[in-house]
């Protein structure tokens, strides 16, 4: 079965600093994706960005980027420029690409605190 | 305007309670799913239902009851529940089944059981 873990329960940073979240998969497949999803204290969760293992093009959405290694099963999340609203419990996931089990498996997460 | 719409957003109720969770959303997917978070654990999946036939129950205990009534709306029954069952009930659609992955989330609804 896949595991996802993700080793850091809070991190902070401040305002208009980078910060990097980690985490690592367990998996036997070579195809697969890969997700952060953020939950602000409106405790909707948020997909933030999706990487497909057959890509070796790191995912950039805007200030937020991935550092996939797939060799590593390692799959980090920068924000660049944190910003206020940056706040929240964010999420790694790990999905199949297909077969019977396709189903979403997330980490525990990580609480990240942005400092003004 | 989330488009996945849950109500209540939070909810009280004693172990002999009969009670009911509301999912309803506005996207036009046809997957729709019930979550269980809890705290300092990954999120659990507990039911998935894909064009309104439910397609997997992870295991679930028969005190909480689906229902998907159409494609837009998704309840969770709940009658004699026990203290460990308080957590947050996020529900979530897609425009299929895991829909790539994506899934489009509620704000949840916070149970407490007594």
């Known amino acids: 079965a896949q595991t996802v873990t993700q080793s850091q329960p809070e991190m902070s940073v401040q305002e208009a600093e980078t910060v990097t979240l980690s985490c690592t998969y367990d998996?036997?497949?070579?195809?697969?994706?890969l997700f952060w999803y953020k939950q602000p204290p409106s405790r909707q969760m948020i997909l933030v960005i999706r990487q497909e293992a057959y890509k070796q093009q790191n995912a950039t959405e805007n200030r937020f980027s991935v550092n996939f290694q797939k060799a590593a099963k390692s799959f980090s999340l920068k924000i660049s420029d944190s910003q206020l609203g940056d706040a929240a419990m964010y999420f790694c996931?790990?999905?199949?690409?297909?077969?019977?089990?396709?189903?979403?498996?997330f980490g525990k997460g990580t609480l990240l605190t942005v400092n003004p | 305007e989330t488009g996945v719409t849950q109500t209540p957003r939070h909810l009280v109720m004693g172990m002999t309670n009969k009670k009911s969770l509301k999912c309803e959303q506005h996207?036009?997917?046809?997957?729709m799913y019930w979550y269980k978070q809890s705290a300092k654990k990954p999120l659990e999946l507990m039911f998935v239902?894909?064009?309104?036939?439910?397609?997997e129950n992870n295991s679930v205990p028969s005190r909480f009851s689906p229902e998907c009534p159409n494609s837009s709306h998704l309840f969770l029954h709940l009658h004699t529940l026990q203290p460990e069952d308080s957590a947050l009930y996020l529900c979530?659609?897609?425009?299929?089944?895991?829909?790539?992955?994506?899934?489009?989330f509620g704000s949840g609804t916070q149970l407490s059981v007594l």
């Open positions: 996931a790990y999905r199949n690409s297909g077969g019977s089990n396709y189903k979403l498996t």
């Open positions: 996207l036009g997917h046809n997957a």
């Open positions: 979530a659609s897609s425009p299929e089944d895991y829909g790539g992955g994506k899934l489009f």
């Open positions: 998996t036997s497949e070579s195809d697969y994706y």
């Open positions: 239902y894909n064009f309104k036939e439910q397609t």
